[in-house]
T-cell receptor, first 114, second 114 residues
Framework: AQKITQTQPGMFVQEKEAVTLDCTYD???????LFWYKQPSSGEMIFLIY??????QNATEGRYSLNFQKARKSANLVISASQLGDSAMYFC???????????FGSGTKLNVKP | DAGVIQSPRHEVTEMGQEVTLRCKPI?????LFWYRQTMMRGLELLIY????????DSGMPEDRFSAKMPNASFSTLKIQPSEPRDSAVYFC???FGTGFAEAFFGQGTRLTVV
């Protein structure tokens, strides 16, 4: 079974609007970490936000927030007030297990329209 | 901090040749990951080291691939012999601790095997 599922291969959003990128995960561990990364067209992988499985509050970092719904095993990324520079691939990831192996989803390509 | 440093940034080689990719993790980080990214397969974890010891190499595609981490500040990924289907971007990433710390990625090595 896939550890991380991102069902949206591509998304469009109008500049200045909010957008939600979906991510569901599969684990039987009680303790794990969830991450989002951004990969612009230049290719580098940029860490955006982290959510621990025991964190009760949703993580926020500037315009990024993580909508964590533990019972549903979802960790959606919300980007508020989209900017043209937000156009990129976005990857959801999870660390779990004895040695906290990193699993990545297939990514969502976000295009922000002016 | 200089971040994760990978070399070379680009490599073009002929089929059958040996290719060695290099990675210098962030100082103090004790986990190191090698990933391969292609359009078809997305981001694949090849091998994961913790404290210089290979923990999980189940993602290494075949015996032509090998990875070493002789010390905490250096790792190599070798492909011998290389094949055109090995063409991809190879990322090295490092993280601190055995918990759920985020991984920091290098700029990647774009490998083209002709």
């Amino acid at each position: 079974a896939q550890k991380i599922t991102q069902t949206q291969p591509g998304m469009f959003v109008q500049e200045k609007e909010a957008v939600t990128l979906d991510c569901t995960y599969d684990t039987s561990d009680q303790s794990y970490g969830l991450f989002w990364y951004k990969q612009p067209s230049s290719g580098e992988m940029i860490f955006l936000i982290y959510q621990g499985s025991y964190d009760e509050q949703n993580a926020t970092e500037g315009r990024y927030s993580l909508n964590f719904q533990k019972a549903r095993k979802s960790a959606n990324l919300v980007i508020s007030a989209s900017q043209l520079g937000d156009s990129a691939m976005y990857f959801c990831a999870m660390r779990e297990g004895n040695f906290n192996k990193f699993y990545f989803g297939s990514g969502t390509k976000l295009n922000v329209k002016p | 901090d200089a971040g994760v440093i990978q070399s070379p940034r680009h490599e073009v080689t002929e089929m059958g040749q040996e290719v060695t990719l290099r990675c210098k993790p962030i100082s103090g980080h004790n986990s190191l990951f090698w990933y391969r990214q292609t359009m078809m397969r997305g981001l694949e974890l090849l091998i994961y080291f913790n404290n210089n010891v290979p923990i999980d190499d189940s993602g290494m595609p075949e015996d032509r691939f090998s990875a070493k981490m002789p010390n905490a500040s250096f790792s190599t990924l070798k492909i011998q012999p290389s094949e055109p289907r090995d063409s991809a971007v190879y990322f090295c990433a490092s993280s601190f601790g055995t918990g759920f710390a985020e991984a920091f990625f290098g700029q990647g090595t774009r490998l083209t095997v002709v």
